[in-house]
């Protein structure tokens, strides 16, 4: 089962963005508390620091003093109380008095069975203590200030937890929101970025059909657009070296043949010819001694009729000897096969437009319903030739309805042109000899429009040069002509 590249690029994008998600989530739900409780005593530690300081200056009792130690405590929300050396609370900033000083005094004379101790120094101990009364849990840091003043500096832990809390939950919320924007812009990038793929994709496939028209559209300079590129002349030169194989393959096939038949085809070719201009040759003959002889001399009537025969039996003659030179050309190679790629349904509109006057003069109708373009492979001059005479033969054979009708069907490997016409069905016993040079089923009507019995033998002569089918076959109400060309 194949899975598009596009689909490919844009789960393993959305994994990769999911499980990087997921991970900062984790890394939100297990270490933030942890974080922010070190900020936390960074917070607390830079507050002793500072309170510290202010001490050395002897400035306790200031009103700056006070104002400073405010600020502190609004800036990182913590609690602070210092007494001198007398017990005597010297400052005191967001708590009750004595409970606290209850609580310094007691650190400072027994160890709290509540507490956990993070650090210890000279000056001073940090520490996660549960308050008794209220059973709220703080981070605190007690001891003794340079100048020998004691001090509690705490910040309850509730409001940690709180900020975690919330900061998990909106983590969870923008993740979401992230997560669904980023699938979505993902989609799209991907889609951007692989179409050019999946047009090279399709190109490629239509190649190896054969089908060189397609083309990559270059929009770029870039990895993609210059593969797009090559395939483009890669599609050109696969086109012109196909041509020249099938040329070369048909001139390979017609070599091989070309020794066997030279001798036979001379000797047809002789008898033919002496048989089928016996009789023109006869008649110019008779009718021009009787001319010579002044049999009709008083009848100008019966002279220009004599003329007229000799005229018209010396141009079947003259149609005949093109025919027979253009068939001769065939049968021995001397006019070679060039293979090439056109459109033979334009061929086909194209003749017949140019034959609607002669259809129109013999009340002939013509239907053909031809879609364009069809490429096909052949010599089309050849094919043109082949198709000309399938129609002359129809237009000559039209009988009843007069309807000669052309179609096309096509399948994987080869087109298939048909040529049908109203009139009678070819004896059966005549079926298989119609392609011989020289052949004529109904004598009497071949000579009334002037045919020589070697159009089909051209047919069968070019059909057999670039190695493909032909034939015909009686149908209810008349005939049909068919040859077939590579797609």
Known sequence: MRHSIRKQFSMVFIM?????????????????????????QRDIINAYLQINRISSDNSLLSENFQDEILELCERYSISIIIMN????????????DETIKEELVDYFLYDNPNADIVDVTEQYVLQVA??????????????????GYRFLI???????????????????????ISALAGGIMIIYVTNRITRPIRQLTEISERMTNLDFDAKYEVK??????????????MSNKLEHTISELKTANNELKKDIEKKEQIDEMRKEFLANVSHELKTPIALIQG???????????????????????????????????????????????????????????????????????LFQQNDIKVECDIPKPVYVWADEIQIEEVFRNYITNAMNHADGEKLIRVTLEKNEENVRISVFNTGKNIPEDSVEHIWDKFYKVDKARTREYGGSGVGLSIVKAVMEGINQKYGVRNEEDGVTFYFEVSC
């Not at 050396?85 to 009750?96: M, T």
């Not at 705490?154 to 993740?175: G, T, Y």
Request: hydrophobic share 40%; charged share 25%.
């Open 130 to 147: 549960v308050d008794e009364q209220n059973q709220n849990t703080y981070l605190e840091l007690w001891g003794t200030l340079d100048n």
């Open 287 to 357: 009718y021009a001694e009787g001319l010579k002889m002044g049999i009709n001399d008083n009848d100008e009537a019966s002279k220009e009729f004599y003329c007229d025969v000799i005229m018209d039996e010396a141009n079947k003659m003259n149609d005949m000897v093109k025919k027979l030179m253009s068939l001769n050309e065939l049968e021995f190679g001397n006019n070679p096969v060039q293979m090439e790629r056109f459109d033979i349904s334009e061929l086909i509109h194209n003749y017949l437009q140019s034959m609607e006057l």
């Open 85 to 96: 050396h007398d017990s005597q609370i010297l400052a005191s900033v967001r708590g009750e």
């Open 220 to 233: 770029g300079d870039n990895e993609v657009d210059r593969l797009g590129m090559h395939m483009n002349q």
């Open 154 to 176: 705490r910040s309850p832990m509730e409001n940690l937890e709180n900020s975690a809390s919330v900061s998990n939950q909106f983590w969870l919320f923008a993740a979401s």
């Open 16 to 40: 990769v963005l999911l499980v990087t998600i997921l991970m900062t989530i984790a890394m939100n739900i297990l270490f933030l508390r942890t974080f922010l409780v070190q900020l936390k």
